[in-house]
């Protein structure tokens, strides 16, 4: 039996009210091959909105329409497959809330605590919701007056077995803590804990609590205390808060607490701008170099001579004021003046106050991608991005600096060899000045030579000499009393008395972690992140039937564009390496053999890419290696513009337009530039990424 089917479609003319054609793309719904996949990345912890849409794009051209013909493959400005950024923001927003387990945030973040634990057994996490919350996120309001009396406020607790390492490794003689707040809708204090490692400042604890309040921080610091048992620090550096500064002498009555100066510095500077304490622009000048001269005193008799000759100042006699608030400062300056400080906290003070450069690591880089800042929401940014990453940045840059790439370099001491970058500079700066001031070893004067005293004169006031204990050590110099790093002092001493170099120097000092590189940790540490966070480059498979392709057709795997993406990457991270590792080489036959490498890849690569693609290949550009002063130039520009580093144009280059400026080369050629490249990389030793900083020697 036949059946007939009538279609009746209506005439262009016919359609009002909406566009028809290719202006109709426009309007489209996205596709929900394009929603899948968003999904699929916010599932991987990419939850940018210009990276995600930079891989839908990649992801419609090399997967959905890679066969398709040209007619057929969907315009720029057809929104079905590339969405706007406010279209992918709530997609990504969406993908969110489906991850949570309920509507209620608090319920969310206690089931997924549970699922952390489930999955990572030697994590500690210690999470207690607030009893005063409604029954939909939209009632919780964990600021109110009643929440804040009830017995038991909310505090979540987090601590990674890696970050308990570092605690125990760095963190036995001084601690930093700063709280970040506005993080959440709800206003909620963050805490980080940091330790000073021989890479900079890491987090090696975290705490989310109600309100700020003593009992609350203490209780956060108990938790930590318990999970490391033989922590015990004997100094503190936090913000200037009087509870922070009571939660942590209540847990460590013994350790004395330190105010940062990055928040001395800010403190003074609101106090004297504010429009109510009537100062005027000179005098606010006036008054926060007398505190300046105060704070660097170093000595109770300079700190004693700089208050009563302020004291005698027509500032300090004329507004009572300004009386009131030097002598609230002045009661308290054990917390802040150089004079008064323990010599060695006072060194990893001045040296590492990177507090600043911390907060704005997360203020610039992680929290302005949070698009859901609930609890649940900053708990997992936290757990799933930015612990991993700031262990990871740590990892990466201790096994960067391994010991065959320091011996490399001819000029770098034997005692410099397998040290982490700031103290290489250090020294080799030192020993350039040691060389250029002290040519005659009667500048050096030997006070006790079996014990290791000595005079050295001063490089700045002829008649005036430096001691310098062996010992201790220590040097009475300003440079040593900063670092306490090997002055030029030290290193004229090495240079004309026999049998005193470095090697000299106490044992607990020439091992100490903070000069030396962490040999135990390795790649595999990073493995253990594995259950969080996935890698942000790969891509996931779906066969999809899109229009270009054939009914029978089940779609093109993306195991080919993976392939193409991920050799492309690791052709150009060899380039640059490659090129970072020349300087190294002095030897004219290598050289020349790596030339003539290179000039057969170029023929390779020159071939390939004329014989499939030369009507999509651009303009060949130099190639300009960025430098650390390049990246930090770089970082400094976005900070100062109120920009977030990840908003420069040079790294928001997606994969689709490395992939264009790249074309496809035969899988022949593609082999053998892997052969020849592995080939070279033998010559030029191993592997140095971007992210580590070679010492530039001085000569």
């Known amino acids: 039996m036949l059946s007939r089917h009538y279609v009746k479609i209506p005439l262009l003319h016919v359609h009002k009210g909406h566009l028809v054609g290719s202006q109709a793309g426009a309007k489209h719904l996205l596709d929900k091959c394009i929603v899948t996949k968003i999904h699929d990345l916010v599932e991987r912890n990419i939850d940018n909105v210009t990276h995600v849409q930079g891989m839908l794009a990649e992801y419609v051209e090399l997967d959905l329409f890679r066969d398709a013909p040209s007619e057929q493959k969907p315009h720029r400005d057809n929104q079905r497959f590339y969405p706007k950024k406010k279209d992918v923001e709530n997609h990504i927003f969406r993908a969110k809330q489906a991850q949570k387990y309920c509507k209620n945030d ?121 999970w490391n048992p033989a922590w015990n620090p004997s100094f503190w550096v936090t913000g200037f808060s009087k509870v922070e500064i009571s939660a942590i002498e209540e847990q460590f009555p013994e350790a004395t607490v330190y105010i940062s100066d990055f928040h001395l510095l800010k403190e003074w500077q609101r106090w004297m701008q504010t429009s109510k304490n009537n100062l005027e622009i000179r005098e606010q000048d006036d008054l926060l170099a007398f505190l300046n001269s105060a704070r660097n005193s170093k000595t109770e008799d300079l700190l004693s001579s700089t208050v009563v000759e302020f004291q005698e100042s027509a500032l300090y006699k004329d507004k009572a004021n300004v009386q009131k608030f030097v002598g609230g400062w002045l009661s308290c300056a054990l917390r802040w003046a150089q004079a008064v400080r323990h010599p060695t906290a006072d060194t990893i003070i001045n040296m590492n106050d990177g507090i600043k450069e911390q907060t704005r690591e997360f203020s610039y880089w992680y929290l302005p991608w949070t698009l859901d800042r609930s609890v649940y929401g900053i708990a997992v940014m936290l757990v799933e991005s930015f612990i991993p990453d700031s262990y990871r940045s740590y990892v990466e840059m201790n096994t960067n600096l391994c010991q065959h790439v320091q011996e490399a370099n001819p000029l770098a001491p034997p005692y410099l060899h397998h040290r982490p970058p700031s103290f290489v500079k250090h020294c080799l700066k030192a020993q350039f000045r040691a060389e250029r001031e002290y040519k005659d070893p009667a500048h050096v004067v030997c006070v006790d030579f079996h014990q290791g005293e000595f005079k050295v004169r001063s490089s700045s006031t002829y008649n005036d000499f430096h001691r310098v204990q062996f010992e201790v050590p220590c040097c009475s110099c300003e440079l040593w009393q900063l670092t306490r790093f090997p002055c030029e002092h030290f290193h004229a001493i090495f240079m004309f008395v026999e049998h005193w170099s470095f090697a000299c120097l106490p044992a607990h000092y020439r091992n100490s972690p903070f000069i030396s590189i962490d040999t135990e940790v390795d790649s595999s540490f990073l493995d253990h992140f594995a259950i969080y966070q996935q890698i942000a480059s790969a891509l996931i498979d779906h066969d999809y039937v ?139 030793g191993p592997r140095n990424d971007s992210t580590t900083k070679v010492p530039k020697l001085i000569c």
């Open 106 to 226: 608090q319920e969310s973040l206690q089931r997924k605590v549970d699922d952390w634990k489930c999955r990572s057994p030697q994590t500690m996490f210690y999470y207690r919701a607030s009893t005063v919350a409604g029954n939909s996120e939209r009632d919780i309001d964990l600021t109110t007056a009643q929440s804040r009396k009830h017995n038991c406020p909310l505090l979540f607790v987090h601590q990674e077995p890696l970050q308990m390492r570092l605690l125990s490794r760095y963190g036995g003689e001084l601690v930093f803590m700063d709280g970040v707040h506005n993080t959440t809708k709800y206003s909620l204090p963050l805490y980080f804990i940091y330790v000073k490692t021989n890479v900079g400042l890491k987090v090696v604890a975290e705490f989310v609590i109600q309100n700020d309040c003593q009992e609350l921080i203490s209780e956060a610091i108990r938790v930590v205390k318990s």
């Open 546 to 684: 899109t229009p270009g392709q054939a009914a029978t057709d089940k779609g093109p795997s993306s195991n080919h564009a993976n392939i193409l993406y991920s050799l492309r990457e690791q052709i150009q991270d060899r380039i640059v390496s490659m090129a970072k590792s020349l300087h190294h080489i002095n030897d004219v036959d290598i050289l020349q053999s790596v030339l003539t490498t290179m000039e057969e890849l170029c023929s390779c690569c020159e071939k390939a890419s004329t014989s499939q693609n030369a009507d999509l290949c651009p303009p060949v550009k130099k190639l300009r290696l960025a430098t650390c002063d390049d990246n930090s130039t770089e970082l400094n520009k976005s900070t100062h513009t109120g920009e977030s580093p990840t908003k420069s144009s040079s790294n928001l280059q997606t994969g689709a337009n490395r992939d264009n400026q790249c074309p496809a080369m035969a899988p022949a050629a593609t082999a053998h530039l892997q052969t020849v490249t592995e080939h070279v990389t033998q010559h030029l």
